[in-house]
T-cell receptor, first 113, second 113 residues
Framework: EPEVTQTPSHQVTQMGQEVILRCVPI?????FYWYRQILGQKVEFLVS????????KSEIFDDQFSVERPDGSNFTLKIRSTKLEDSAMYFC???????????FGPGTRLTVL | QKEVEQDPGPLSVPEGAIVSLNCTYS??????FMWYRQYSRKGPELLMY????GNKEDGRFTAQVDKSSKYISLFIRDSQPSDSATYLC?????????????FGKGTTLSVSS
């Protein structure tokens, strides 16, 4: 069964460093998402992406964040200058254009020291 | 007022019990309601989807929506140890790809054999 994959599973970085989280969505999906979950808190929407541009973004998704689909398979989330409060699980999700079921990846645990 | 409220539990039941999981919400524009299951160190997995008010059944799972009370439920019949997981409710105002899902905090369920 096709699935969303994410790498790395765990990323440790120093405050102020740039990180790139990678996702490979399901191959025939057209819409892509990033969510995050701070330990003990809700899953929160960050951004959705379609046709090489952002469809919707939340207040969390400020200028420190960017997304990119650099090729036909990868979807990345970049955090330019990480802060301690960016420590969280980051989930990538994807869905088909005409469907609404969002399929989630296993997540990347980001730890900012 | 928080948009989606969900009792985090934990909820512990014996095998075979009927489980009731619930969420309340404040935004009357929500029309699409989902339940996701999340195992430890995994991404959310869609269990059930319901539009507007009413019931939907799938095997041992029944999703119920009461829009007048802004209250949704997930019932699990004949619960199994493999049902032990965190259950997240999620909802959205519009049903189109690219739309953010708003999640509850999740209820942790433990089913003992």
């Amino acid at each position: 069964e096709p699935e969303v994959t994410q790498t790395p599973s765990h990323q440790v970085t120093q405050m102020g460093q740039e990180v790139i989280l990678r996702c490979v969505p399901i191959s025939n999906h057209l819409y892509f998402y990033w969510y995050r979950q701070i330990l003990g808190q809700k899953v929160e929407f960050l951004v959705s992406f379609y046709n090489n541009e952002i469809s919707e973004k939340s207040e969390i998704f400020d200028d420190q964040f960017s997304v990119e689909r650099p090729d036909g398979s990868n979807f990345t989330l970049k955090i330019r200058s990480t802060k301690l409060e960016d420590s969280a699980m980051y989930f990538c999700a994807s869905c088909q254009g005409s469907a609404d079921t969002q399929y989630f990846g296993p997540g990347t645990r980001l730890t900012v020291l | 007022q928080k948009e989606v409220e969900q009792d985090p539990g934990p909820l512990s039941v014996p095998e075979g019990a009927i489980v009731s999981l619930n969420c309340t919400y404040s935004n009357s524009a929500f029309q699409y309601f989902m339940w996701y299951r999340q195992y430890s160190r995994k991404g959310p997995e869609l269990l059930m989807y319901t539009y507007s008010s009413g019931n939907k059944e799938d095997g041992r799972f029944t999703a119920q929506v009461d829009k007048s009370s802004k209250y949704i439920s997930l019932f699990i019949r004949d619960s199994q140890p493999s049902d032990s997981a965190t259950y997240l409710c999620a909802m959205s105002a519009v049903r189109q790809a690219g739309t953010a899902l708003i999640f509850g905090k999740g209820t942790t369920l433990s089913v003992s054999s």
